[in-house]
């Protein structure tokens, strides 16, 4: 199974290319529009700032070939926030693939949201074999707000989408490579059973 991993200078890179060592997998970290094109599972990971970012993606056409693509498609983290239409961060119009706004989480709040929280997951087939609500790891500063293509939330004094599903499209905020079983069971899910 060739599994891409888009490159497109966001962190965490090599958490989610050891996570897919784990599960017996070698992720290919490329920008290279016919690689990702042509992977069965694509994966757009990613901690870092929404407007750089999105610069990066439009400057190599990266932006089109996202919303092209048809295999099964996993957004992590900042990658979630990117296949939103709007960031607060930056004022960023983003990818579009999900109908969610991103905002940065209230003021009095403290920011970023850090550590284990619950998600409530519902019936769809990314999470099989996960036990709801389910904890997972979080690190971030702005959220999306909950859509039609919510499929688990998260409260953190306000509630925001966990987990997003749009035809071959998921995406998850927290970081299923640092979430223990429930993490590895969604990597699982979506490498092995869409």
């Not at 497109?8 to 996570?19: R, T």
């Not at 693509?69 to 709007?86: A, D, K, R, T, Y």
């Not at 905002?103 to 929280?117: D, I």
Request: charged letters at 20%.
């Amino acid at each position: 199974m060739q599994v891409a991993v888009i490159k497109y200078n966001a962190g965490n890179i090599k958490s989610v290319m050891l996570a897919l060592k784990r599960l017996g997998l070698e992720g290919n970290l490329t920008d290279n529009p016919d690689e990702i094109l042509n992977a069965d599972r694509v994966i757009f990971p990613g901690q870092g700032e929404a407007k750089s970012a999105m610069k990066y993606l439009k400057e190599r056409e990266l932006d089109k070939v996202i919303q092209s693509i048809e295999n099964p498609f996993l957004g992590i983290c900042l990658g979630l926030q990117l296949l939103c239409s709007h960031s607060e961060e930056g004022d960023t119009e983003c990818l579009g693939v999900f109908d969610a706004n991103v905002k940065k989480f209230p003021n009095e709040l403290k920011v970023p949201h850090m550590g284990w929280n619950i998600g409530s997951l519902s019936e769809d087939i990314i999470f099989n074999g996960i036990q709801s609500p389910a904890y997972f790891y979080f690190v971030h500063s702005y959220y999306a707000e909950l859509c039609d293509q919510t499929i688990s939330e998260t409260e953190y004094m306000l509630p925001f989408s966990n987990v997003l599903h749009k035809d071959n499209f998921y995406a998850i905020q927290p970081h299923p490579e640092k979430s223990a079983e429930a993490g590895e069971q969604f990597l699982k899910n979506f490498l092995f059973e869409l």
